[in-house]
């Protein structure tokens, strides 16, 4: 897998049916951390993933402390309207953990507090937004993330 897709407690089934065929579509992992905001046989998730739900590379944790604990020794970039660096910023490598936060509310200041030097965010230039949709946010980290990983290394 190139890269780990992580939703943090996401709440919109919909995101992340879509975000779940991004995962497929780009050979990624998803890892959804709850408690989520839905049921995994919701409706509204299975239509937005369509078909392609049962094969998607997936694993859900029960909290935040499990999957870090799992995951202790990866490298990981946490996603905030909040950060000062941008995804431009990131030197994406293979495996590594792209973590989002839930749509209402983005990560926990403390998840991002314990890792200032590893938060990203991706600009907005105008003037009235807070924050963009979790799907367009994953989609534009995930596709800079390939195609930095697809430039040939000298």
């Not at 905001?37 to 499990?66: M, Q, V």
């Not at 926990?108 to 991706?122: A, F, M, S, V, W």
Request: proline share 6%; aromatic share 10%.
């Amino acid at each position: 897998m190139p890269l780990n897709i992580v939703l943090i407690e996401p709440e919109i089934p919909n995101n992340t049916g879509n975000i779940g065929r991004l995962a497929l579509a780009t050979n990624s992992h998803l890892h959804l951390v709850g408690p989520l905001g839905f049921d995994l046989d919701n409706k509204r998730l299975k239509r937005a993933g369509l078909d392609y739900w049962p094969h998607i590379s997936l694993t859900r944790y029960e909290d935040t402390h499990t999957f870090f604990e799992q995951h202790q020794e990866q490298s990981f970039a946490f996603f905030s309207s909040h950060a000062t660096k941008t995804h431009w910023d990131l030197t994406f490598s293979q495996n590594h953990f792209l973590v989002f936060g839930k749509e209402s509310v983005g990560l926990p200041r403390e998840l991002t507090g314990q890792h200032p030097d590893h938060c990203y965010k991706i600009p907005m230039h105008g003037t009235h937004i807070r924050s963009l949709n979790l799907g367009n946010s994953v989609g534009i980290v995930l596709y800079e993330g390939l195609r930095q990983l697809s430039l040939p290394r000298y």
